[in-house]
């Protein structure tokens, strides 16, 4: 008895030491992931301070900061900032809507589908942007060409990857809605549009990608404000920082927007 | 047992149509099951046995051929199916799932809640009520299904192989949850299984399908007094011959189906 005791306290010890070393280099790679942004940005300071790259075109993080801050303070960043979500937001919001209505009518209705798939099929393939000259002439150089260029580049991603969500439903839910007498109304809604959510959320992701990168080029042509704006116009007075800071913006809403889209995904999609 | 007849079958036929050669899918089924009566159909696979059920359903249409389902009132559906594991919708809570015919039907909330209850604590399901398929084992995710079919409190069930995914301890146990369930609600359970312990231990009757095309070979009374239990069906001399008889039966059509 006594030894088998001893045995199991010295197989808890070595699975103990195990675990210990495990978690230790779990964390070494965490500090890897953080360590790896830092490094770049110190080796980007060093070599645009030392001259190995030239300041013109490079200059160094500390100035990008710097001018970050002093447009923080001077209120220019608040009204680009403000102007682009604005854009954003609207434009988003009016490719999204219309590309779920769509994409779930492609979906349940066979007749729609064969109909407006060759549509959608033609016209995606063409860049919202080189309408972009026709869009301005029809709607004008303020908000409306703007919100107009993104709403025709999210919609594509969100109709196609709705009519597919329906699509992928396993049919043997079908089956069941048709054998529990569920109504049309019903199967629209307990059976077509949770069944198609996890799809069309990743349609919705990819829009919201889309809807920046189109809103920088948008912008840079017949716009007085927004963040392309800021981009083009400091690019061609060459003020490289503010171009920076510029870029930075975007990078760090295309990150915010994602995080918002993965945190409302799992609040959806509790099921999954 | 001596009841009348609840589901009448008649010279029902299923083709199925293809440009390479059509097939016949079932061939003249002729059946009745009586009020009250489980009934089991047992065949090797792709004899047809799915696909008599999921006409039965209202899932398919007969080619030729008709099946009534008798009524008694114009409240209660006609049939509700028990389906194979992937049957319970993932995106609907364990409560969700039973309550789904009854809100289906847009009964009164409080007769569904009622009824709900009832079911989710006679499966043993109460305390995962809340929670969604995806965290449950197989055999919770089954009577899940069972739920759902009885808290729908149709005129006939229709099992299209409840068990057949699940191992076979949790198969037993439901098998058995299942007859406890049944005896207590009278129903006409018309069940699909290609186990022959399964039909021997759940039965009334069982119905041998042969494939190719599918029609039934022949019929076999279980007599053995409820309540069963599996022990003593494997313990029975006569279940034993009864298994063996059934097991010949379908090894001939196995080995005719692969000529």
């Given amino acids: 008895m006594e030894t088998q005791e001893l045995a199991r306290n010295e197989s808890f010890e070595v699975e103990q030491r195990e675990w210990k070393l495990r978690q230790r280099k779990e964390r070494g790679k965490q500090l890897l992931t953080i360590v790896s942004p830092l490094f770049l940005l110190v080796l980007w300071e060093v070599m645009s301070r030392t001259g190995i790259l030239d300041i013109r075109f490079f200059p160094p993080p500390s100035t990008i900061v710097q001018t970050f801050y002093d447009m923080v303070v001077s209120g220019v960043m608040a009204k680009h900032v403000g102007v682009s979500l604005y854009r954003i937001f609207i434009g988003f919001l009016a490719g999204v809507i219309p590309g779920i209505i769509v994409g779930l009518l492609m979906g349940l209705y066979s007749p729609i589908r064969h109909f407006v798939q060759p549509i959608v099929m033609a016209l995606m393939p063409i860049p919202t942007l080189a309408l972009l000259p026709i869009i301005i002439i029809l709607f004008g150089i303020g908000d409306l060409s703007k919100v107009v260029t993104i709403a025709g580049s999210v919609f594509f991603p969100v109709v196609i990857n709705t009519a597919a969500g329906v699509l992928n439903i396993d049919k043997i839910y079908l089956d069941v ?12 809604f307990k059976i077509a549009l949770p069944g198609a959510l996890p ?8 829009g919201q990608a889309i809807a920046l990168l189109t809103i920088v080029a948008a912008e840079m042509m017949g716009a007085t404000s927004g963040i392309g704006y800021l981009i083009w116009t400091s690019y061609k007075a060459f003020l490289l920082p503010e171009m920076y800071v510029g870029l930075i913006l975007i990078s760090f809403f295309g990150y915010l927007f994602s995080l918002i889209l993965r945190a409302l995904q799992n609040k959806l999609l509790p099921w999954r | 047992m001596e009841g009348k007849p609840k589901i009448t079958v008649d010279g029902l036929m299923k083709a199925f149509y293809k440009k390479q050669g059509s097939v016949i899918a079932l061939e003249d089924i002729s059946l009745t099951v009586d009020e ?26 007969p080619s030729v051929g008709s099946f009534t389902i008798a009524t008694e009132t114009n409240d209660r559906p006609l049939q509700s199916m028990v389906f194979q594991e992937r049957g319970v919708i993932p995106w609907l809570t364990v409560r969700e799932n039973v309550a789904f015919g009854l809100k289906m039907r847009n009964l009164p909330k409080a007769f569904i809640t009622e009824r709900t209850d009832f079911y989710l604590k006679k499966t043993g399901l109460e305390r995962f009520a809340s929670l969604y398929p995806k965290e449950l084992s197989g055999g919770m995710k089954q ?24 191992d076979e301890q949790n198969r037993f146990i439901l098998q058995e949850e299942l007859l406890s369930i049944w005896a207590e609600t009278k129903k006409t359970v018309l069940f699909i299984t290609h186990s022959i312990d399964e039909a021997l231990l759940l039965s009334d009757r069982i119905l041998l399908m042969g494939a190719q095309p599918g029609k039934i070979i022949e019929e076999i009374i279980i007599d053995m007094p409820r309540p069963r239990k599996m022990e003593d069906v494997r313990k029975d001399p006569e279940m034993a011959a009864k298994f063996i008889d059934i097991w010949r039966h379908l090894q001939e059509e196995v080995l005719k189906s692969r000529e």
């Fill in chain 1, 177 to 188: 809605a048709n054998n529990y007498q569920t109504s049309q109304w019903n199967f629209f």
């Fill in chain 1, 199 to 206: 799809v069309m959320l990743e349609g919705i992701q990819m």
């Fill in chain 2, 36 to 61: 009250g009566e489980f009934v089991c159909i047992v065949g090797p696979s792709g004899c047809g046995k799915t696909t008599l059920l999921r006409i039965l359903a209202g899932l398919e249409q």
């Fill in chain 2, 143 to 166: 009577r899940v299904s069972i739920a759902r079919a009885f808290a729908n409190d149709p005129e006939i069930l229709l099992m299209d192989e409840p068990f057949g995914a699940l």
